[in-house]
């Protein structure tokens, strides 16, 4: 069960798009569609953002967008504001039966 | 209003046991899957276990199998995580989530002599 791939940090102007991967195997994000994204800022819960590799929850902002190639997911965040500043994880259901995170990845807007 | 609320957490001594619970309103807690999940303070979350609808299906990370028991009351909406045999590196904050991504705060789980 060894932690998803994500790059430890991503940094962007505001307005610019950054994008932040999630590398898994074949076992997991290659293997299922059932790939999510959280937010979260210090001291908080996260906040669920993508679920099943692209879909939006109801009233999240399409500035958020997430999508899949191959063992490798991907969360676009476009129009960067200074909001947006936070840690961000992925997760996948994995063929065992468990689910798994990304190492996490901080985002600074510059 | 949905809210999962977690108790049940303090301080532990090694080799102790403590029972963490979640307890959810504002949603049929009845078909929903539920997940705990960790975080050491400063690090990355950590899944630690999922329990189907009914009770009848659960599953382990491999770090907390076989001391970690989860199980679920839904006649009290309540979802429970028995934690046995804890270890140092079992400190964290502990969260309950709702499988479509529904988080509660989190209870912190401190295991130290």
């Known amino acids: ?110 | 209003e949905v809210q999962l609320v977690e108790s049940g957490g303090g301080l532990v001594q090694p080799g102790g046991s403590l029972r963490l619970s979640c307890a959810a309103s504002g949603f049929d807690f009845r078909n929903n899957w539920m997940h705990w999940v960790r975080q050491v303070p400063g690090k990355g979350l950590v899944w630690v276990s999922r329990i189907n609808n009914d009770g009848s299906g659960t599953a382990y990370a491999d770090s907390v199998k076989g001391r970690f028991t989860i199980s679920r009351d839904n006649a009290r909406n309540t979802v429970y995580l028995q934690m046995d045999s804890l270890r140092v590196e079992d400190t964290a904050v502990y969260y309950c989530l709702r499988a479509d991504g529904e988080w509660g705060q989190g209870t912190l789980v401190t295991v130290s002599s």
């Open chain 1, 1 to 110: 069960q060894s932690a998803l791939t994500q790059p430890a940090s991503v940094s962007g102007s505001p307005g610019q798009s950054i994008t932040i991967s999630c590398t898994g195997t074949s076992s997991d994000v290659g293997g299922f569609k059932y790939v999510s994204w959280y937010q979260q800022h210090p001291g908080k819960a996260p906040k669920r953002l993508i679920y099943e590799v692209s879909n939006r929850p109801p009233g999240l902002s399409d500035r958020f967008s997430g999508s899949k190639s191959g063992n490798t997911a991907s969360l676009t965040i476009s129009g960067l504001q200074t909001e947006d500043e936070a840690d961000y994880y992925c997760s996948s259901y994995t063929r065992s039966g468990t689910e798994v995170f990304g190492t996490g990845t901080e985002v600074t807007v510059l």
